[in-house]
């Protein structure tokens, strides 16, 4: 997405009569910011004598260029007089936007009909996995389009044509109107998830804009004729724009090499369903590794470690397949009953509650070892094929704790001797991927870092 900077005059969308000229300003790295030169007099409150400025649900511009622009979520930042606009007390209010809706004005922001976006390097994906235009029902709700269109010619190309004319896109068409921000957790989201884990490099939505129901049959309605050097205001429908996070892995820095999911052209359909069934059912375990791995910029290898670990306790508390108890509720209800009435009255208060609350109360979960063991071992087959060793669950599981449990509990002893930025992470990625692969159903021959070293 492009940095841009847009004046014009913005209101609460509750309030009409209350306009403020101001700028609109996007950074996709540090987010939006609206930059009033004043205050909106029905969102500030007077208390002890001091002003108080309120956060927005909505706020409503009309750029100086055209257009309308709709900004949610909007958390008041600062407010300062500056001394050249002392004598006429007048200020500057920040605004910081979560979402922006270009193309119309909507309480709440727009639900969308269809939704339509451009990702980073997914033209690369393309070509290697060898898929062209599909379209198919990836729920009873949810239609899927896989498009190509030529911005040179302004419709679509049946061949695929040369890098720099291309422009492919996915485009998710709902049988019933959805807001962004679900649109964004269920829709792109792991569809961004699909195309890093084929390319083994983090995506980015490039564009995202689709109609809506307020804008029913007037898709050029709303339009910003002054900005066509700006994407984001240049489609025909409603726009969103939003910050992204940076690349935590640099193109020149990535430890794998390119693989594609190659050999799916046929399955895609099934595959994309799986996929997004999947990862309903085990969303902590997409999330956590992939924001670790990909889109988190800074972390400190021992957090990632420590999140790629709880990711897979959630998938092991959530697989049918696992038990997560030693014994039976009920017959462990009773056991725990034996536990407390063992305590004795002269304990501290504070030592009997954690005994009676931590300990006895939580003593029927399986351990973290035994949840990795489970794991390794549902997993042992492809896992010695990457690993080129002889694979032992029992001495892996151990190692993973270990490391976990010392990167939880710090003392002064120095975790530097952990190898947590080398070996503990490569295998803790590949053992999610594997168990990935294994839920959405992918055939292990079809990827070529389970059959050659990286």
Not at 94 to 102: K, N, V
Request: glycine share 6%; hydrophobic share 30%; with cysteine.
């Amino acid at each position: 997405m492009q940095s841009f900077e847009l004046d014009g005059y913005w209101h609460p969308s509750d309030a009409p009569y209350d306009k403020v000229p101001g700028t609109l300003e996007f950074e996709p790295e540090s987010g939006l910011v609206l930059k009033l030169m004043g205050r909106f007099k029905s969102y500030t409150q007077k208390e002890s004598g001091q002003e108080r400025r309120l956060d927005i649900d909505t706020i409503f511009g009309q750029t100086s260029i055209g257009g309308e622009i709709t900004l949610t979520q909007c958390s008041i930042a600062t407010y300062k007089i500056p001394r050249e606009y002392n004598h006429e007390g007048r200020g500057i209010t920040h605004y910081r936007p979560d979402f922006c809706f270009a193309g119309e004005h909507s309480e709440g922001g727009p639900q969308f009909k269809s939704i339509s976006f451009q990702l980073t390097s997914f033209d690369d994906w393309i070509h290697s996995s060898e898929i062209e235009d599909i379209s198919f029902r990836l729920d009873d709700e949810t239609e899927i389009v896989f498009s190509y269109t030529s911005p040179a010619h302004g419709r679509r190309k049946p061949i695929l044509g040369n890098d720099s004319a291309e422009d492919y896109r996915v485009t998710f068409r709902f049988d019933k109107a959805r807001g962004f921000e679900s649109i964004r957790s269920n829709i792109i989201r792991p569809f961004q998830f699909f195309i890093t884990f084929g390319l083994q490099e983090p995506v980015f939505p490039l564009l995202i804009f689709g109609q809506t129901e307020h804008r029913g049959d007037r898709p050029f309605a709303n339009q910003f004729p002054g900005a066509r050097e700006i994407d984001a205001f240049s489609r025909a429908g409603t726009s969103v724009v939003y910050p992204e996070s940076r690349l935590r892995l640099k193109q020149e820095e990535r430890a794998h090499p390119k693989w594609t999911l190659a050999h799916i052209e046929d399955d895609i359909n099934s595959i994309l369903r799986n996929w997004y069934a999947v990862y309903r059912r085990f969303q902590p375990l997409f999330d956590l590794f992939f924001t670790s791995m990909y889109y988190d910029d800074g972390e400190y290898p021992s957090v990632i470690v420590l999140n790629l670990t709880r990711s897979l306790e959630a998938y092991h508390r959530e697989s049918d397949q696992y038990t997560d108890r030693y014994i039976e509720r009920e017959q462990f209800e009773d056991y725990r009953q034996t536990l407390n009435e063992t305590i004795s009255d002269d304990f501290p208060k504070p030592f009997k509650s954690h005994l009676e609350n931590g300990t006895f109360r939580y003593a029927n979960r399986v351990s973290l070892r035994r949840r990795l063991k489970d794991i390794i071992n549902d997993q042992e087959d492809v896992l010695q094929e990457r690993f080129r060793d002889d694979l032992d669950s029992n001495e892996m599981a151990t190692e993973i704790k270990n490391i976990r449990n010392d990167l939880t509990h710090l003392s002064d002893e120095d975790i530097s001797k952990f190898d947590v930025e080398g070996e503990i992470l490569y295998k803790l990625s590949r053992l999610i991927e594997t168990v990935i692969a294994d839920e959405v159903g992918f055939d292990p021959e079809i990827f070529p870092f389970y059959n050659q070293e990286s």
